[in-house]
Structures are given as C-alpha cells and as structure tokens.
C-alpha cells in the first residue's frame, strides 16, 4: 500500500539536489500551493517562483542564490542601520556572508557613482561588498569559482568608486 509523505527539509534538500525536469519542477511547485503541510517547508520555493526568482528547471544552486538575494534588502537595511564606522565589524557576523548582500552593497555602491552622490560613501560600500565575497566560504553552497567571480564584481564597483573620489 502506498503511503503519502509530506516534504520534510531533508526530503526537499535530496529532491533538489537530484536532475529534475522543467516538468517536476512545475509539479513541486504545484505541490507546494496546494499542500499546506509541504509548503511551510518549501513555501519559499514558491514565492520565489512566484515574483521569477527561479525558474523550472532550477537546482540547489538556483534556489540558495534567489534566497540569498530575496534576503539582501533585510541584511542591507541591518547593515545601513549601523553606524558606518561600525558596518566593518558589523560583517563579523556571520548572516552578512551574504551573495545577496555583497550583490546589493555594489549595485547600491554604483548608484551613488552613477548619480554622482557621494562617491566616499560609494567607495565605503563597494569595500563592504569585497570583504563580504571574500569571507564567503568556499562551497557554501557556490563553488570557488563563483565566489572568485562575486569577488571581482566587488572589485570593478571599487575600482569605479574610486575613480570618482
């Protein structure tokens, strides 16, 4: 006799971790909008697709850089919340080794250059953002590579805020 199971974390970490098609993807996100038991697990997964943050097929890859960067505003606004001479120290904690994060202290490091704002803020930001990438663990969950390149990303957005100051 078959007997139904609901998603557990574990069991979700293996289904994502396996080679899926689009097609299962779509039928685990169906799964988790009309199984209020699976979706206090993976209810993520659905928002994510949901506003296109992942897309069928996607990989454990896929969802932790779209939670990452789901994430970033909420650790950006901790982050500004700080007193900018304390920001540095602040990133010792470890919920700012965030991709998301490092993402968003560039993007919002290259605003300020684009708009000519305060281009030592600009700079402040986009060093954030370098010792972030850089203090991201290797394989956590990105390989080295990935890491590597999140790192020179930081690095162009400082290398063009100081241009400008």
Do not use: N, Y
């Not at 296109?52 to 505003?73: N, T």
């Not at 202290?105 to 986009?126: F, H, I, M, Q, W």
């Amino acid at each position: 006799m078959f007997a139904a199971a609901h998603l557990t974390r574990d069991s979700l970490r293996e289904l994502l971790a396996e080679e899926r098609s689009p097609a299962a993807d779509r039928l685990l996100l169906h799964l988790l909008a009309i199984c209020p038991e699976c979706r206090e697990v993976g209810g993520d997964l659905l928002e994510l697709a949901e506003r296109g943050a992942i897309r069928a097929p996607f990989g454990p890859v896929d969802v932790e850089l779209a939670r990452s960067r789901a994430q970033a505003p909420a650790l950006w606004a901790e982050l500004l919340a700080l007193p900018a001479s304390e920001r540095r120290r602040g990133l010792r904690d470890r919920c700012f080794l965030s991709w998301g994060l490092a993402e968003r202290l560039a993007e919002e490091s290259a605003a300020r250059v684009a708009t000519e704002e305060d281009a030592r803020e600009a700079t402040d930001l986009a060093k954030l953002a370098v010792t972030i990438a850089r203090r991201i663990p290797p394989d956590d969950p990105f390989e080295e590579g990935w890491r590597v390149q999140l790192e020179a990303l930081a690095v162009a957005h400082l290398a063009a805020a100081r241009l400008r100051f």
